[in-house]
């Protein structure tokens, strides 16, 4: 079996499976032709260009999964929201929830609606690559409400949470909205073929942990509990790593942490109950291959006795990244013997 699917769930395998996150991006030379004649709008309405952006860094990197191209804001667009990417800013909502403090003009998420070929591109992969995993994603909806809030990032949530602590009706019911779009996009995107859904939370970790419980989990452990039956979800977070144990209660049982912990012990305070990705520095691969090379096996190394264990960096690769960095990465996280 493959060693990414093996590690998903916790059975034995042959080598520590390696992708990054944002892997499809603008250190890639194909990518960046593609986006000199194509705003990323464009290329998620294209199956041949998702299918080529997916593809590139598993031909030229040698991942052993392939993530969808996509991007977690895309739903939103068929639920009433006009969606933009803005470069050096990043997604743009020019109707956004603040401008008027109501949900008029906006509706449900439905299937029909979706615009883009994410799942269509699944099942090209799929039918074409049956031993490739693909990975499904989607965000966590307060990372995804907080882009919704005032039309921009809401930098250290400061807007988001001034509505949560009011207590604002529309927007906890805008709040569960994107919990269900969250349940059926991610749900789509198994039936087409995904073997595993991801859920992006890049901004859960600027709660508090009470925050967490009070304004985060009840969502999540909807969506937990209405697709873990369906296919096995990673739940992705930045600056949680004190909170695992709450993640962990909202229903997921394999989290991807950043690197400002240390995996092994993070597994030892859970028990080895749970699967965890992560987490290399970022920025040290964009640094420094030898760094990279260093601290990715010696963070490999830690935790080469979990079945449970894939390696990835702790957030996405940054645009500077040299490929055969990452290249060397996978080779060096594949040769380190398992202990399992
Ligand atoms: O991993 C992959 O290769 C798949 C593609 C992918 C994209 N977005 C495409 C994209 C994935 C997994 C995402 C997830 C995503 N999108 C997250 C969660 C992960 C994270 O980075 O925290 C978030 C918060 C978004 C929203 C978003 N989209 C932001 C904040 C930005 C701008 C910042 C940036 O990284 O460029 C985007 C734009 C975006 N989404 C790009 C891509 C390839 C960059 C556009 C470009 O190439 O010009």
């Not at 699944?122 to 990372?143: A, E, K, M, Y």
């Not at 600027?206 to 909807?222: D, I, R, V």
């Not at 909202?250 to 995996?263: E, H, K, P, Q, T």
């Not at 970022?282 to 979990?306: T, V, Y």
Request: charged share 20%; glycine share 8%; hydrophobic share 40%.
């Amino acid at each position: 079996m493959n060693n990414f699917l093996a590690a998903l769930r916790g059975e034995t395998h042959e080598e520590i499976p390696v992708w990054f996150m944002r892997q499809a991006g603008r250190y890639l030379p194909g990518y960046r032709g593609i986006r000199t004649r194509m705003s990323i709008r464009e290329m998620c309405r294209d199956v041949d260009t998702t299918v080529a952006a997916t593809l590139e860094p598993v031909k030229s990197i040698g991942v052993d999964a392939a993530i969808i191209f996509a991007d977690i804001m895309l739903p939103v667009e068929s639920m009433g929201f006009s969606l933009d990417f803005v470069e050096g800013v990043g997604p743009a909502i020019s109707n956004p929830f603040k401008a008027n403090r109501s949900l008029s003009g906006i509706s449900d998420f439905s299937l029909e609606n979706y615009g883009y070929k994410t799942y269509d591109s699944i099942r090209r992969i799929r039918s074409s690559n049956d031993s490739l995993p693909v990975i499904g994603f989607s965000g966590g909806p307060l990372t995804i409400a907080s882009y919704l809030v005032n039309g921009r990032p809401d930098r250290d949530l400061a807007q988001t949470k001034e509505l949560l602590l009011s207590g604002d009706r529309d927007f906890r019911k805008l709040l569960r909205m994107i919990t269900e779009m969250v349940i059926m996009n991610s749900r789509e995107q198994i039936r087409s073929g995904a073997s595993t859904v991801q859920i992006f939370d890049s901004w859960a970790g600027y709660l508090s942990p009470g925050q967490f419980s009070s304004y985060a989990e009840n969502y999540l452990g909807e969506i937990s509990s209405e697709l873990n039956h369906h296919a096995p979800l990673i739940y992705f977070s930045t600056q949680t790593s004190s909170m695992s144990d709450i993640m962990v209660s909202a229903g997921f049982s394999f989290l991807s942490l950043d690197w400002r912990c240390n995996l092994h012990q993070v597994m030892e305070f859970l028990g080895g109950e749970v699967g965890l990705q992560g987490n290399l520095d970022p920025a040290i691969a964009e640094i420094s291959r030898s760094a990279a090379l260093e601290e990715g096996h010696r963070i490999a190394s830690s935790m080469s006795g979990f079945p449970r264990y894939i390696f990835n960096l702790g957030h996405g690769v940054l645009p500077g990244t040299n490929p055969e960095t990452l290249k060397e990465l996978v080779k060096a996280v594949h040769s380190i013997e398992l202990k399992i």
